[in-house]
Nanobody
Framework: QVQLVESGGGLVQTGGSLRLSCAAS????????MGWFRQAPGKEREFVAV????????YYADSVKGRFTFSRDNAKSTVYLQMNSLKPDDTAVYYC????????????????WGQGTQVTVSS
């Protein structure tokens, strides 16, 4: 019932910025929390950030806190991840996630995932 499509990834130099987008389809997204995760080669999937339906509750991983900003535009069924001060450790495939329960998105147990967008940060 839910389709998620990420975009905005690319190659940037250390200290640069990227803005990722995740476009979602379906009225079933009403009330859904949204999240971002990432996975680097040879590593487990890692939590990045989660946001509530209203945008009033946001939580970031310590590794990105202060550098990344999660926002959403429910009228456009789209969420955004503004990534600033990028460093090589941020290199990964970034995945969008959605669920009606905030805790399931935070835990990475959501049923809905996008296909990912590659972010590469060169030194």
């Amino acid at each position: 019932q839910v389709q998620l499509v990420e975009s905005g990834g690319g190659l940037v130099q250390t200290g640069g910025s990227l803005r990722l987008s995740c476009a979602a389809s379906g009225r079933t997204l009403r009330g859904f929390a949204m999240g971002w995760f990432r996975q680097a080669p040879g590593k487990e999937r890692e939590f990045v950030a989660v946001i509530s339906w209203s945008g009033g509750s946001t939580y970031y991983a310590d590794s990105v806190k202060g550098r990344f900003t999660f926002s959403r535009d429910n009228a456009k069924s789209t969420v955004y991840l503004q990534m600033n001060s990028l460093k090589p450790d941020d290199t990964a495939v970034y995945y969008c996630a959605a669920d009606g329960v905030f805790g399931r998105v935070l835990a990475g147990t959501t049923n809905y995932w996008g296909q990912g967008t590659q972010v590469t940060v060169s030194s």
